[in-house]
Nanobody, 115 residues
Framework: HVQLVESGGGSAQAGGSLRLSCVAS????????MSWIRQAPGKGLELVSS????????YYADSVKGRFTVSRDNAKNEVALQMNSLKSEDTALYYC?????????GGQGTQVTVS
């Protein structure tokens, strides 16, 4: 079954950077688009970024465009999210998900707190 292990979260000051990583197992990683979804305290789920299976196309929410960069390494079954110029509103639990249209959650998420 789908297993996704997120890491790299933590605390950062506004304007700082963090790099999230997600290692996948249990499915053919190279064949699927991947996404990062976040949930801020008291709010619903928000699609932050997606990347095609071959990395050829990416999507970013307007709220993170120009600050976040998604990437993947199919040899390592890894997808990453580089987050720069962090804002307090980026504070959330970040999930790595399989898919870029239908989202399959498989991990516990990683907490990002920006102050």
């Amino acid at each position: 079954h789908v297993q996704l292990v997120e890491s790299g979260g933590g605390s950062a000051q506004a304007g700082g950077s963090l790099r999230l990583s997600c290692v996948a197992s249990g499915f053919a990683f190279y064949a699927y688009g991947m996404s990062w979804i976040r949930q801020a305290p008291g709010k619903g789920l928000e699609l932050v970024s997606s990347i095609y299976s071959d990395g050829s196309k990416t999507y970013y929410a307007d709220s993170v465009k120009g600050r976040f960069t998604v990437s993947r390494d199919n040899a390592k079954n890894e997808v990453a999210l580089q987050m720069n110029s962090l804002k307090s509103e980026d504070t959330a639990l970040y999930y790595c998900t399989r898919g870029s249209v239908d989202f399959i959650f498989g991990g516990q998420g990683t907490q990002v707190t920006v102050s």
